[in-house]
């Protein structure tokens, strides 16, 4: 008996590429994952942090932050498009800045001095742990060794990114009232630059991504990045803890209650 090979097999339809709005929806369902319900981050939200133990995320968030940029260069060293390229680098910019004190890096340090760090507490790195430099690293190692289709995917925790920035000015406008106001500008800025970046990433992970293997990859790499976001996160909880201390004489220092004073 004749095969009709117009009939498609089992293995054609497994391995059929994902539409469009099905592809779109495996990738916002892994905001189930994303690193705002980390107790951690939970805590923050409440209100639980002690200074000691904002300082401890400022300072090793930073060297996430500062990363960056590199994480996206290497997305365009393996993107033989250049219009995606002329596109692509304007994220460098945003956190490199254009010139001195500008950038997304910038706003993190005068955060930073806003929470009592020096700048050089930041730049000199001392302060992180090492399951954080661990997970960094193997989020860079992931924008190098994939495509840059899947790649690109992986930025795409910023789908979920200004939910969390709304709730976490809000947090600290309300539980940590010793953060001047101006130390807020990085969160304010990525209320609407997360909201462009995640439109231009899922447009490029949707239209690039057109194979069954790809989307896969596309959507496992994203998930790597929420495991990446939360193990941060582990690796700051348990070196600070995520709590007032449970000695009730323990202090914790830092700068004096109420907001006030310029920015850097």
């Known amino acids: 008996m004749s095969v009709n090979r117009e009939t498609p097999t089992w293995n054609d339809l497994i391995d059929a590429p994902w539409d469009r709005a099905a592809l779109e929806a495996q990738l916002r369902d892994k905001g189930r994952t994303y690193h705002d319900k980390h107790p951690f981050h939970r ?53 490199d800045g254009q010139g001195p004190g500008e950038g997304g890096i910038e706003a993190w340090l005068r955060l ?12 000199d790195e001392r302060l992180v742990v090492s399951g954080v430099r661990s997970a960094v690293e193997s989020y860079v190692r992931l ?38 106001d101006w130390g807020l500008d990085y969160f304010r800025g990525r209320l609407v630059q997360a909201r462009v970046d995640s439109d231009e990433g899922l447009e490029l992970t949707l239209s690039r991504c057109t194979t069954r293997a790809l989307q896969e990859r596309a959507v496992a790499a994203l998930e790597q990045k929420c495991r990446i976001l939360w193990l941060m996160l582990d690796a700051i909880m348990a070196a600070y803890g995520a709590g007032p201390a449970k000695d009730p004489l323990a202090v914790d220092d830092g700068p004096a209650a109420g907001r006030g004073g310029g920015p850097p």
């Not at 300072?59 to 290497?74: C, G």
């Open 43 to 95: 805590a923050m939200n409440d209100g639980l942090l002690t200074r000691a133990q904002i300082r401890g995320w400022v300072a090793n968030r930073f060297h996430y932050q500062r990363n960056i940029p590199i994480k996206d260069a290497a997305i365009l060293s393996n993107c033989p498009d250049h219009e995606v390229r002329r596109s692509w680098v304007r994220r460098i910019l945003i956190h």
């Open 112 to 123: 930073g001095k806003a929470v009592g760090l020096a700048r050089e507490d930041l730049l």
């Open 143 to 180: 924008a190098r060794d994939e495509p840059w289709p899947v790649a690109v995917a992986s930025s795409l925790t910023e789908l979920f990114a200004p939910d969390l920035m709304a709730e976490r000015i809000r947090a600290f406008e309300r539980y940590y009232p010793w953060v001047p």
